[in-house]
């Protein structure tokens, strides 16, 4: 199912790069949440490294026709050395995607070793991190409370915002927008448990509805957030460098 196939694409894509943007206007904002939000963006800009595992279920309907996906990726965060990778699978495929610095390396979905090398723009690095770049989302758009929860047994504040869909887009590099047939995102939800202690993420919730070229597809994200403060290492793989670099993106 080709068209199906390219929603499964953009949702790699979602769960490779965090997702980030600018949110609708007049939004109604709980002033419990928005000072939650807050105070966890400052406590993630003095976070060390942590590791993240996300967790992508996509069903994709093109005409009669309904395809369900489910993604995985683990990746790592060294926020001393501006470092960081996601290794995502889907299906069985397996792409990989590195950020040194400002310099984003990404495995390309074709046969052979292609790398698509890419600069990344941010007043600070921790603007391009996941954590960070999910709860940006929040940054303006509807925002509330939902009361309290427990996070693998750490006691969390849950909020819940409905950004627009624009917000989803932001991400995603005009470059590629072609391949993918010009989606477009409708009515994303995003939830985030932050811990009441630490004022970290412990996990966060994203879902929405991709349209492109006829087709639908409604995707579930959740990513998990933990070991804050251990050891990390990211490394750049030799095929990186010295493979087929293609610089700007991904070709076909």
Not at 57 to 68: I, L, N, S
Not at 76 to 88: C, E, I, P, Q, Y
Not at 109 to 128: H, R, S
């Amino acid at each position: 199912m080709r068209r199906a196939a390219r929603l499964g694409a953009l949702a790699l894509l979602v769960v490779l790069a965090g997702c980030t943007g600018s949110l609708g206007e007049e939004p109604v904002r709980d002033e419990q949440a928005v000072a939650a939000v807050e105070e966890s963006k400052r406590a993630l800009s003095g976070v060390e490294s942590y590791r993240f595992a996300t967790d992508l279920h996509v069903e994709a309907t093109d005409g009669g026709r309904t395809e369900q996906i489910d993604a995985t990726s683990l990746g790592a965060v060294n926020a001393t050395a501006k470092r960081l990778d996601v290794t995502a699978r889907i299906d069985d495929r397996t792409q990989r995607s590195y950020l040194l610095d400002r310099t984003n390396y990404r495995e390309c979905p074709m046969p052979g070793a292609f790398w698509a090398v890419e600069n990344q723009t941010a007043d600070e690095w921790v603007e391009l991190t996941p954590a960070f770049k999910q709860l940006s989302l929040l940054s303006s758009g509807d925002l509330r409370t939902e009361g309290a929860a427990t996070v693998d047994g750490r006691a969390a504040t849950h909020v819940v915002s409905e950004p627009s869909g624009e917000a989803f887009m932001q991400y995603i590099d005009e470059r590629n927008r072609p391949l993918i047939g010009g989606p477009e995102i409708r009515d994303p939800r995003v939830a985030v448990w932050i811990d009441n202690e630490t004022h970290l993420p412990l996990k966060t919730r994203l879902r929405f509805t991709v349209a492109a070229e006829g087709g639908t597809a409604t995707a579930e994200m959740v990513t998990r957030y933990r070991a804050y403060g251990e050891p990390v290492s990211v490394e750049l793989p030799a095929e990186a460098r010295e493979g087929h670099v293609l610089e700007g993106g991904c070709v076909g």
